[in-house]
């Protein structure tokens, strides 16, 4: 499956790129090409990560790389990757807050 990134999702991996950046700016870039590769991997085994639990009825999956927590939800034809954050926030606030 095609594996599409929403705005929020380029924003977090850019957003963790420039923290890693601040010690060591070669790992950031390696680092960064590796998450990506692991949310682009996602497409072949779309249902292999478990659904939130307490939020199964939004259908958003979590896969896991490292100390980042890859959100996505799986289409017809396509894994649309909503965000990218560290395992250590509370992420319902970034999933589920209202504007």
């Not at 594996?3 to 790129?17: K, Q, S």
């Amino acid at each position: 499956m095609k594996v599409i990134f929403t705005e929020e999702a380029r924003l977090d991996l850019l957003a963790i790129g420039d923290y890693i950046a601040e010690d060591n700016p070669r790992r950031a870039w390696t680092f960064l090409n590796e998450l990506r590769a692991r949310c682009v991997s996602i497409g072949d085994f779309p249902e292999a990560s478990p659904l939130l639990s307490r939020h199964e009825g939004t259908s958003i999956r979590r896969a896991v790389h490292g100390n980042y927590a890859i959100f996505y939800v799986v289409g017809l034809e396509t894994v649309n990757v909503l965000r990218v954050l560290n395992s250590s926030i509370n992420y319902e606030r970034f999933l589920f807050e209202e504007d």
